[in-house]
């Protein structure tokens, strides 16, 4: 039986591009699966995905922090490192997977979702400073939504509770309202009755906690992306991100693109509640 799998991630000293380690005591030879996203649009809308070899010294350089030899955006980055399945590792690791990858151990180990299939997987938050330099987040900072420079609220109704980025993107515009002017022509020369108005409107994330459910795996965790009209009180659904653990952490599982269609607030909910909120500070900009 395998020992319990460790994977711990450090900053490259020594490369001349920002690059992380990976130290293991998985095997020589074990294939890992490295992926880098950004995790929020003003990270570049990145993603990097690679497979590498554990080599015998069991660190792993990874340095794919570009963009084809350009600098990514500073920002906020997460690093995934995952085994491929026992049936793509090398043969002569099978017996340490063991079937399906029953033999694995430790606190990193997950089953995959609708499968049987045993992988270890870790999730670590990086942060890309202007200067190009990368800096780690505490292992806390995975069990906490956002990063430093985000603000984050908890929003409560009842056994409802969600949590709401207070610092997303904020915007208005005006709208004209009243009578067109006609001459003897019965040609519009402007306005009769003209009244503008500031309309307000927003682009946050909403985290929410999903029921618990029976099905192995399943995501316990998911993100919208929402932007709301604060005239109309109506919102669109930008995209979600569902993730394996509570309150945004762990690994990011599959994600829903933009629905295109107009959604209205359910009344007294914890939305409502933080979609005035956004809106009061939206209006505050």
Not at 90 to 103: K, S, T, V
Not at 115 to 143: I, N, T, Y
Not at 162 to 189: E, P, W
Request: glycine share 10%; with cysteine.
């Amino acid at each position: 039986m395998a020992a319990d799998i460790t994977l711990e991630l450090s900053i490259a000293k020594s490369a001349k591009a920002p690059a992380i380690e990976i130290n293991t005591n998985l095997p020589s030879g074990t294939i890992l699966f490295i992926g880098v996203e950004a995790v929020r649009h003003d990270g570049d809308g990145f993603l990097s995905e690679a497979k590498v070899s554990v080599p015998s010294g069991q660190i792993v350089e990874f340095s794919e922090f570009s963009r084809e030899g350009k600098p990514l955006a500073a920002g906020e980055y997460k690093v995934t490192v995952c085994t491929l399945p026992a049936a793509h590792q090398p043969e002569n690791l099978r017996a340490f997977f063991g079937e399906h990858g029953g033999a694995l151990k430790g606190s990193l180990v997950a089953q995959l979702p609708e499968s049987q299939e045993r992988v270890v997987v870790g999730s670590f938050q990086v942060f890309l400073k202007a200067d190009g330099a990368l800096a780690l987040g505490s292992p806390a900072d995975e069990h906490k939504i956002g990063s430093a420079d985000e603000a984050w609220e908890k929003v409560r109704i009842g056994a409802e509770e969600i949590y709401v980025r207070t610092n997303g993107r904020f915007f208005s515009n005006l709208k004209h309202t009243g009578s067109a002017y006609q001459g003897a022509d019965g040609k519009s020369y402007g306005w009769d009755t003209l009244k503008t108005t500031k309309i307000y409107g927003f682009e946050s994330y909403i985290v929410s906690n999903l029921p618990e459910s029976t099905i192995v795996g399943a995501p316990q965790s998911v993100m919208y992306d929402i932007e709301g009209n604060c005239d109309t009180r109506t919102y669109h659904l930008l995209g979600s991100l569902y993730f394996a653990d509570k309150n945004r952490a762990g690994l990011a599982m599959e994600s829903s693109p933009a629905e295109g269609v107009e959604r209205k607030l359910i009344p007294n909910s914890a939305l409502e509640r933080a979609f005035d909120m956004l809106c009061k500070l939206s209006s505050e900009r």
